[in-house]
């Protein structure tokens, strides 16, 4: 499989050293990417470099996930205007863990796999490298002048910069140099890969493998997803998207990709799945004839969320979707996790009650109407006459009692006038 013509017909491939696709067609090669610390999970701008892992290990390479436990410690400047808060080291060790099992959802670790990914952290050959070995050993191969000229020291040194650079951010791109030249001496890693932001950092790596091991390293980078409306992909109102179910649950995560744009998804569905192209041709074309029957985004929410998530959160994050649509049963609503229920009605006024007035009957009249839901007494009644009163999805008369059996998580009864209007009753 040509890896780089995987890449470049999906719309991924940015940069690319001179003779690398000939020379990833002809060898077997180790690559690697770098993955930063920041937070203890993964979002879902990472999956980009993770999917292009992946297609690395497909096309028969060994890929390499390199962590930075060290490089995390100083900070990388590339597309950032003002200097990072530096983490603390326990702190970056508990990040450091999150991402490593994060990265073993979506890579084959089995050491025993002919192309078998490996795992590494640049903290376990950085800690026992002192200064004045370091500026000896690697900062004499590469001069200020050569550093300068990036576009990541340019940008943040210009006229429009707001707090320049300090020292620590300047030698970033050294010390991603030395990964991989590490790399490349201890694990014939001879090519590097990462978003089109790192082509700075990636080529300072190849330079000290040229002038310190006097060998050849090749590099290319990915484009960075942007989306169509021109606001932050991987951003919603709430935050990053994260692939821990945790920060995000499965049902946003899904909803995320639901809600694309159709000039994003005929995007996405190349970059985000692993479907051939004569599948996503045609998917296009039968979504470009029933646009509103969202056929993309729905097969991108399908493959990124069982590629992430599994195959039971993604039918969970579809039963809570059905949910709001009215197709659901009490059941159904009783078998979603606190937080992805929570997440469905996210937004929904809800009023508190006492478990003692649910555990000795609550009547549907004061339930509807002293809870601020309905206005009164006689609304409730002749809603209850027009047979659109509802409680947990389904239809009830006047003389229904709520329960603790119906409870949601033991804790939430979904009041419902309608179709569209819902109240949230929470047990204190």
Not at 42 to 66: D, E, R, T
Not at 253 to 260: K, V
């Amino acid at each position: 499989m040509n890896f780089v013509e995987e890449l470049r017909w999906r719309g991924m491939l940015h940069d690319i050293m001179p003779e690398t696709e000939e020379y990833l067609l002809k060898n077997k090669t180790t690559g690697y990417i770098g993955f930063d610390p920041t937070a203890d999970s993964l979002h879902i701008g990472s999956l980009v470099p993770i999917i292009i892992l992946m297609h690395f290990q497909k096309a028969g390479h060994n890929p390499i996930a390199l962590v930075g436990g060290a490089t995390g410690m100083v900070g990388d400047p590339s597309g950032k205007s003002d200097e990072r808060n530096l983490l603390d080291e326990e702190t970056l060790n508990k990040n450091v863990a999150g991402v490593k099992s994060q990265l073993a959802r979506f890579l084959n670790f089995d050491e025993t796999a002919e192309n078998g990914a490996e795992m590494v952290n640049n903290y376990d050959w950085m800690k026992g490298i002192s200064l004045i070995d370091f500026v000896r050993d690697v900062g004499k191969h590469i001069t200020v002048n050569y550093m300068m000229a990036k576009d990541s020291v340019k940008k943040r040194l210009g006229s429009d910069a707001k707090t320049g650079m300090s020292f620590t951010e300047f030698t970033y791109q050294l010390f991603q140099g030395y990964d991989f030249y590490h790399l490349y001496k201890e694990k014939n890693c001879k090519l590097q890969m990462g978003g089109s932001d790192q082509w700075g950092n990636i080529t300072t790596g190849t330079e000290l493998v040229r002038r310190k091991a006097q060998g050849k390293a090749y590099a290319l980078t990915c484009k960075l997803i942007t989306k169509a409306d021109g606001t932050k992909f991987g951003k919603t109102a709430g935050g990053n998207v994260w692939l821990d179910a945790g920060r995000t649950s499965p049902y946003k995560f899904y909803q995320y990709w639901l809600n694309s744009s159709d000039e994003d998804a005929e995007k996405y569905i190349k970059i985000f799945t692993f479907l051939d192209k004569e599948t996503i041709e045609a998917l296009i074309a039968e979504h470009k004839e029933a646009p509103h029957m969202r056929l993309l985004q729905k097969k991108i929410g399908e493959e990124v969320t069982v590629m992430t998530h599994g195959r039971e959160a993604y039918d969970n994050a579809i039963k809570a979707s059905n949910i709001l649509f009215g197709r659901s049963t009490a059941d159904d609503l009783k078998s979603l996790d606190e937080q992805t229920f929570l997440d469905v009605f996210d937004g929904v006024p809800q009023a508190e009650i006492e478990r003692s007035v649910i555990e000795n009957g609550l009547e549907i009249v004061p339930a509807f109407a002293d809870n601020g839901f309905l206005k009164s007494n006689g609304e409730v009644r002749r809603a209850l006459k027009e047979n659109s009163i509802s409680v947990n999805k389904e239809k009830v008369k006047e003389e229904f009692v709520i329960s603790a059996n119906d409870l949601i998580a033991d804790k939430f009864v979904l009041l419902q006038r309608g179709k569209k209007s819902y109240f949230l009753l929470k047990v204190i």
